[in-house]
């Protein structure tokens, strides 16, 4: 029983604890599914320490157990709940003198702390995910559908119509996409209705007496009229069906054909036209369609994050074929793994969706999710993180799906305060109209790449992206020497060729990091180009002048133009060592084929460029562009697809 004093102030956290069914007395029947208590058997263990400490003090006093944490403002609110293996060692970590810009927010509004000892971490997961539900605090994840790219919708009715839609409907209608590249989805529809006579009419379907005008000019068979029968109008949407869904290799060759037709009879428009229809259905196929030949379901879970701003690509494919891509959206103060975890337990929290398989981006608690999933859901399901093969490519396309959404989103943001605000923090002359960025990222001394990136009037100017290889490390970890070695790289390009020099130059990373580049600018002469660094950790600016480290607020828009910065060297440097490594992977994937050594290898990765080029390919066309065998370019495809 609680102590009198106690009692009052926990009330609402005791009721709410009643509603989960507290997980430590949980047991299990014959059938190995969870049991329940009911609400009168529920001990309230949930409570409060030390009334009237301030919030730091409250945190010191916490148990070293795993359990719950929830953060309450001053009208006793919910804003954040938690969950640790170690109540104190984690909740601690929110007051440290050198936090985060993105905790202190949180932290400034703490004014109470309340807590829920459970028996472990995974007892923990399961009450946090449940709270979090219930009350949707703030500083909590909060994804929301970021369907922001077009689908194709194919309506649930007699006649159906296909147009393109950014919203979905739960009314039984199919969807295809979404489609990062809109432009392309156009000519795509357009082809569509030149191929296929479907209605394009807004309202439902009402009987006439003479049909429309796109009836007369043949992009309507006129069902209003009944001048088709429903069972020869699902012919062509079944046919529509077959290219969303990657069936596109009879309507190409059709097309190449009449391409040819028309060169031949000098009509070079309609050859124009028929070669940009073929290339519409390619581009849009490769976006659309990932085909292998299992029957497994599995999802692809990728993240993205810049700064507090997160997007989560999920790509589902069941039997073989891609059948749906999303994008949920959301601002958070966790770090990528959390994040992740989180959306994971939310997103399959009605056991429905659940696949076979789940592949991630991220390394997250692998034991402690597929536990949850089993346990709380009834699923097993099989959790890995793929560092090659196919897998690994379509979580790459995932994870660029997620990259785009999150880029678009900074991109929306007005960045002109920003700047103004960075020149004076900095101590500019005038606000940075190029900005230019550094970061190193490597796996365990191997695939050591530097990124370069190009901020112009604050916004992300990606034609002027570059990677360097550092090839002089002989496998040592110096991230120093990785610095100096692309910073020289990048600026003797400028002095020899007198290209513009940027007005700030920020490195991911620290005072090391910031005095290795400042040496090499200095041994060149470019003693004009100011640098700073952004340490990760702590979101500290440390200068390239002997001023102390500084600290700003999170509402500064400069720490937040700097943090996009620095986010965007760390992503395209991580990238960059993933493609590596990845290149590296396909290497071995392709020399494992009898017939393929490192030089034929090497020519068929120069050539196609990836894996998923030369699946697009018959075993007829590999042979006759690359100079190979039948017989091996045969087995390559066998060997590729599995």
């Known amino acids: ?51 009237g400490l301030s919030a730091h003090e409250q945190a010191k006093e916490l148990p070293h157990s795993p359990g719950v944490y929830l953060m309450k403002d001053a009208k006793d609110t919910i804003i954040y709940i938690g969950k640790a293996k170690d109540l104190r060692k984690r909740v601690a970590n929110y007051f440290l003198s050198n936090r985060s810009a993105k905790t202190d927010a949180l932290v400034r509004k703490i004014v109470r702390i309340e807590h829920i000892i459970t028996g472990n971490e995974y007892e923990a997961l399961v009450l946090e995910n449940n709270l979090i539900k219930k009350y949707s605090p703030h500083y909590n994840i909060s994804l929301k559908d970021g ?130 229809q073929i290339a519409a259905i390619r581009s849009v196929a490769v976006e659309q369609q990932v085909q292998d030949f299992t ?124 700047l103004v605000s960075l020149a004076e923090v900095v101590g500019l002359s005038e606000p940075p109209a190029l900005i230019e960025g550094f970061d190193v990222s490597h796996l365990e001394g191997k695939y050591t790449v530097a990124s370069l990136i190009s901020f112009r009037d604050g916004r992300a100017d990606k034609p002027n992206y570059r990677r360097y290889n550092i090839k002089g490390l002989g496998g040592k970890i110096d991230d120093y020497e990785a610095i100096r070695e692309a910073v020289a790289r990048r600026y003797t390009k400028i002095l020899n060729e007198n290209l513009e020099r940027p007005g700030l130059l920020v490195i991911d990373g620290g005072r090391g990091q910031v005095n290795a580049a400042r040496a090499i600018l200095d041994d060149l002469g470019m003693f004009d180009i100011p640098i700073i660094g952004l340490a990760e950790e702590h979101e500290t600016i440390v200068f390239d002048d002997g001023r102390e480290d500084l600290q700003l607020p999170l509402e500064s828009e400069a720490l937040r133009l700097v943090i996009a910065v620095r986010d965007e060297c760390h ?53 006759a562009e690359s100079s190979i065998p039948l017989t091996v370019a045969e087995r390559l495809l066998k060997q590729l697809s599995l």
């Not at 060592?577 to 050594?597: D, H, M, T, W, Y």
């Open 571 to 623: 992503r395209f440097a991580t990238g960059a060592n993933q493609a590596l490594r990845s290149k590296e992977a396909s290497f071995r994937l392709l020399e494992s084929v009898p017939g393929i050594g490192r030089k034929r290898s090497e020519a068929l990765i120069s050539r196609y460029g990836s894996i998923e080029a030369m699946l697009a390919k018959s075993a007829e066309e590999l042979a």
């Open 1 to 51: 029983m609680l102590k009198k004093e106690t009692s009052t102030a926990m009330v609402s956290i005791a009721n709410d604890w009643r509603a989960y069914y507290y997980l430590m007395s949980m047991k299990k029947r014959k059938s190995d599914q969870v049991r329940y208590q009911s609400e009168s058997e529920v001990e309230v263990l949930g409570s409060v320490v030390g009334e």
């Open 147 to 276: 369907k922001s790219y077009p689908m194709i919708r194919i309506t649930n009715e007699p006649f159906p119509k296909v147009f393109k839609t950014r919203r979905m409907i739960d009314d039984g209608s199919l969807y295809y996409g979404p489609y990062p590249d809109a432009g392309k989805l156009d000519l795509y529809l357009d082809l569509i209705n030149r191929l296929f006579p479907l209605r394009r009419c807004s309202t439902p379907l009402r009987r006439r007496d003479r049909p429309c005008l796109y009836y007369h000019i043949g992009l309507c068979s006129g069902p209003c009229a009944g001048l088709v029968s429903e069972e020869e109008y699902n012919k062509s949407i079944q046919a529509v069906k077959n290219l969303l869904e990657g069936r596109s290799e009879g309507l190409i060759a059709r097309l190449e054909g009449e391409m040819a037709e028309a060169s031949r009879n000098l009509n070079f428009e309609e050859a124009a036209t028929k070669r940009d």
């Open 295 to 418: 029957q497994e379901s599995r999802d692809y879970a990728a993240i993205e994050m810049r700064g507090p701003l997160c997007t989560i690509s999920l790509m589902q494919m069941r039997e073989g074929q891609l059948i749906g891509r999303a994008l949920y959206r959301a601002e958070t103060l966790a770090d990528e793994t959390e994040t992740l975890l989180n959306f994971l337990v939310q997103y399959y929290a009605d056991g429905l969706k659940l696949p076979q398989f789940l592949y991630v981006s991220h390394e997250i608690d692998i034991a402690l999710i597929r536990r949850y999933f089993t346990e709380q859901l009834g699923g097993r399901l099989e959790v890995s993180l793929p560092l090659d093969g196919k897998h690994y490519r379509i979580l790459r396309m995932a994870r660029e799906n997620a990259s785009r959404d999150v880029e678009k989103r900074l991109r929306g943001r007005d960045n002109t305060q920003a």
